[in-house]
């Protein structure tokens, strides 16, 4: 494989992190040119002294005059904000760009990329939640690759190697459960930010952690996973699997079944995503079935995480929906972090959001931008009267 020069949007948060670890265990294959992150200068600095890379991105005005001022003189161009984003992926000198930062604000710079002819590491699934169609035709005109990164669609990507001319009748994306598995809406009613942010098997941002505590992620990965894979909602099945072992699973016409299993660590779907078609040998923990002689599956509770049937609805309901589902989903989040809003209150503006948002079937960029901006502003006029607090 010659060597990729690697973009990498969002490195200081869990996925950047653990990509530049992979990045680290082969210099011969990748280096890095672009690193762009939020508000911690003190890591993006830290980061950017080891790996060189041409350009560092900072969308924050504070920190990025911490960066600058702190790579003075090191050769490395340090911009400021989210056009300088758009540009800077755009660059000759990018082969691979890693989509890691959260939510919609990957949207354009992902575009950007993809209109330059440049393969994609998707991490941000909500790119294509908001835009899963738009993403699709740009692909496909552009002929760029779009390699997940989510361990999930990494999962059903790998089960399809091979499989090119068989149908898929069914997936099943795995779920662990979150910290609140089992929990009625009763108990839901009471459970706190600390409790939400502690996620039994995986180590993730805060918003992913809030995100997988009320399902609402394996709800965006059930729409993101019917732009990756070509799937209708029928065919996208969730089973809830506490081990976190499985990854997910492929179910072929002929009813035969694939899946991807591993110990729960992104570095492995990061690499082959950076890798592939290949596989690197690589120096991580490997599963070892007596250390889990019992893998469980259970049914999600719809009721109880009403987030994950608010998907499919958006789903099935297509347009815009999806785009103001994700972006109703951002601002609750943020508000249940500040405090602001209960848990089950969450559901509650995002339902209340798709309802008051008009409905459009056909999109272009612009028009997510605009149903983005519009949900998140009806998204927080909503939190005041939802509110019991």
């Known amino acids: 494989m010659s060597k990729r020069n690697i973009a990498i949007l969002g490195s200081t948060g869990s996925i950047g992190t653990q990509a530049l670890e992979v990045v680290e265990a082969f210099p011969d294959h990748f280096s890095i040119t672009v690193l762009t992150m939020g508000r911690n200068a003190d890591l993006l600095i830290e980061q950017a002294l080891k790996f060189r890379p041409k350009v560092v991105v900072v969308c924050e005005e504070l920190a990025y005059q911490k960066a600058k001022d702190a790579l003075a003189g090191q050769g490395i161009e340090v911009l400021l904000g989210a056009e300088a984003m758009e ?17 919609s604000a990957g949207l354009k710079p992902t575009v950007a990329a993809i209109k330059k002819g440049k393969d994609i590491a998707l991490a941000n699934k909500e790119t294509l939640v908001v835009a899963g ?14 390699l997940p990164v989510d361990s999930e669609h990494s999962a059903i990507f790998q089960c399809l190697v ?23 809406r009763e108990e839901l009613a009471f459970v706190t930010k600390a409790q939400a942010l502690k996620h039994p098997n995986w180590s993730m941002g805060a918003k992913i952690t809030i995100d997988s505590a009320s399902m609402m992620n394996k709800g965006l990965e059930v729409i993101e996973a019917k732009w990756l894979f070509d799937l209708n909602p029928e065919q996208i099945d969730v089973i809830v699997h506490p081990q976190s072992i499985v990854h997910s699973l492929v179910q072929f016409q002929d009813g035969s079944m694939k899946a991807q299993l591993g110990l729960p660590d992104m570095k492995l779907p990061i690499q082959y995503a950076l890798t592939y078609p290949a596989r690197f040998e690589n120096d991580f923990k490997r599963f070892n079935f007596m250390d889990y002689p019992n893998l469980t599956f259970e049914k999600p509770d719809l009721t109880a995480f009403r987030n994950l049937q608010l998907a499919y609805d958006a789903l099935r309901k297509g347009g815009n929906s999806p785009c103001v589902l994700n972006a109703a989903n951002e601002v609750v989040v943020e508000a249940f972090l500040q405090e602001e809003i209960s848990f089950l209150e969450m559901s509650d503006v995002i339902e209340e959001t798709l309802c008051h948002v008009n409905w459009q079937e056909e999109l272009e960029l612009g028009d997510y931008l605009h149903f983005d901006a519009e949900s998140r502003r009806v998204a927080r006029s909503l939190i005041p009267r939802i509110s019991k607090k």
């Open 133 to 146: 169609a738009l993403i699709n035709d740009l692909v496909k005109a552009h002929g760029v690759k779009l």
């Open 87 to 103: 540009e800077v992926v755009q660059r000759d000198d990018v082969d691979v760009v890693l989509t890691a930062i959260v939510g």
């Open 162 to 184: 091979g499989e090119e001319q068989n149908p898929i009748e069914k997936i099943y994306l795995t779920a662990s459960g979150g910290p609140f598995r089992g929990m009625s």
